[in-house]
Antibody, heavy 123, light 110 residues
């Protein structure tokens, strides 16, 4: 059974860089899409971006200039970096893996999620 | 402002049927599958439906989905107290080249 375990939460100051990792247990990177999603307190979900098994990335246009997603297969983990954070980046951050239902992200939903990591940005 | 429009709230009494709508457009719902998630307080979203109307293992058959044109809907019949949660619709947007979420609907079981 696939499990995603997140780490790296905490308190940041404005202009600092957010770094989160997601450890993957029970599966390989091949054939899936690996995403980061965030949820500000009391609000809805926002997709941040994704990386596929070949290392190709796709980012939300609103965050593209500040975000980077990568993976390290030797450690079975993938990571999120978000630079120049502000209070607007305060949120619960989730990592997720596609279900494996089909071969493109257009039809393959996020089927497995990490437990979430709360990031608070203070000014 | 979410790309997909959901009612912010819905409610029903135990045993009733409730429907949650999700309205999109030609670049998203009209062209792609709609996925539905349930999120209980303090937990990660849980996928309920994918594909045309495929239910994840463990999702009660009281839950069903449908889609027509650029709109989708989630129906819950024989409502139970444990159905109380936030529900989100998600689909791929061809213009934005990424998934888009509805704003979420908070379901209250009275």
């Amino acid at each position: 059974q696939v499990q995603l375990q997140q780490s790296g939460a905490g308190l940041l100051k404005s202009s600092e860089t957010l770094s989160l990792t997601c450890d993957v247990y029970g599966g390989s990177f091949s054939g899936y899409y690996w995403s980061w999603i965030r949820q500000p307190p009391g609000k809805g979900l926002e997709w941040i971006g994704e990386i596929d098994h070949s290392g190709s990335t796709n980012y939300n246009a609103s965050l593209k200039s500040r975000v980077s997603i990568s993976f390290d297969t030797s450690k079975n983990q993938f990571s999120l970096r978000l630079t120049s954070v502000t209070a607007a980046d305060t949120a619960m951050y989730y990592c997720a893996r596609s279900l494996g239902y089909c071969s493109t992200p257009t039809c393959d939903p996020l089927g497995y999620w990490g437990q979430g990591a709360l990031v608070t940005v203070s000014s | 402002q979410s790309v997909l429009t959901q009612p912010p709230s819905a409610s029903g009494t135990p045993g009733q049927r409730v429907t949650i709508s999700c309205s999109g457009g030609n670049s998203n719902i009209a062209r792609n599958y709609v996925f539905w998630y349930q999120q209980r307080p303090g937990t990660a979203p849980k996928l309920l439906f994918f594909g045309t109307d495929q239910r994840l293992s463990g999702v009660p058959d009281r839950f069903s989905v449908s889609k027509s044109g650029a709109s989708g809907s989630l129906a819950i019949s024989a409502l139970r107290s444990e159905d109380e949660a936030d529900y989100y619709c998600v689909t791929w947007d061809d213009s934005l080249s990424g998934p888009v979420f509805g704003g979420g609907t908070k379901l209250t079981v009275l």
